[in-house]
């Protein structure tokens, strides 16, 4: 790896440490669905905005593989992000573990309400993830878009929170299931989390990367 991927790599891993330090610990504080949307809206729009000049501010293997998708990023570059966000999503949940305890953390990772299926978990984690993306694209990446991609991207991802928050926890990003489930050992329904956004976020990059980012 070379120095500047590897610069690129180390504010992934903290960018995304701090997505789930934070939601964690929002959720184990109990500020309602308001609040746990807020604390993830900015966790992600001030880490995206500290971030973007280093790595371009993806903090999610979804959004990474929308932008791999749409030519943004070459495969190397994006395996590296995947892993530099998952051991970075990873730590977080350790170090939520070592201060909440096991049980705060495992109730800090997603999970599916009693009344949503898998089927309808990925649906929604596929749309919500699709949303994030497209929003990436038309704040951040377009050479047309205005330049408040922080802000906007943030913004999304607390829009997601109050719609799948009491649905499917609103992951909306499959590291924020897998940092805590690893060090709590909550795996339930973990496949939802990877599979709805990776879809979402795969169709958001051929919709938007592969064709309206197109000049006419």
Avoid at 61 to 77: R, S
Avoid at 125 to 152: C, H, M, N, Q
Avoid at 175 to 180: C, K, L, S, V
Wanted: overall charge positive.
């Amino acid at each position: 790896m070379n120095d500047n991927l590897l610069k690129k790599c180390v504010a992934e891993a903290i960018g995304t440490f701090t997505l789930i330090f934070v939601g964690v610990g929002a959720i184990y504080n109990n500020p309602g669905l308001l609040g746990v949307a807020l604390a993830h809206g900015l966790a992600i729009a001030v880490m995206v905005s500290a971030t973007a000049g280093i790595s371009g501010g993806h903090l999610n293997p979804a959004v990474t593989l929308g932008l791999l998708a749409g030519g943004k990023i070459d495969l190397k570059g994006a395996i590296a992000y995947w892993i530099a966000q998952l051991a970075g999503a990873y730590a977080a949940g350790l170090l939520c573990v070592h201060l909440l305890g096991v049980a705060a953390t495992a109730s800090g990772t997603p999970d599916l309400a009693t009344n949503i299926s898998q089927g309808q978990g990925i649906i929604i984690e596929a749309v919500l993830t699709f949303f994030l993306i497209f929003v990436v694209y038309g704040s951040a990446v377009d050479a047309r878009a205005p330049k408040i991609g922080g802000l906007a991207i943030g913004l999304t991802i607390a829009m997601g929170i109050l719609f799948g928050g009491p649905l499917t926890g609103g992951a909306i990003n499959p590291a924020r299931a897998f940092g805590p489930a690893l060090a709590s050992g909550h795996w339930n329904n973990h496949l939802v989390y990877w599979i709805g956004p990776m879809l979402g976020g795969l169709l958001a990059g051929l919709v938007y990367g592969r064709f309206l980012i197109r000049e006419r």
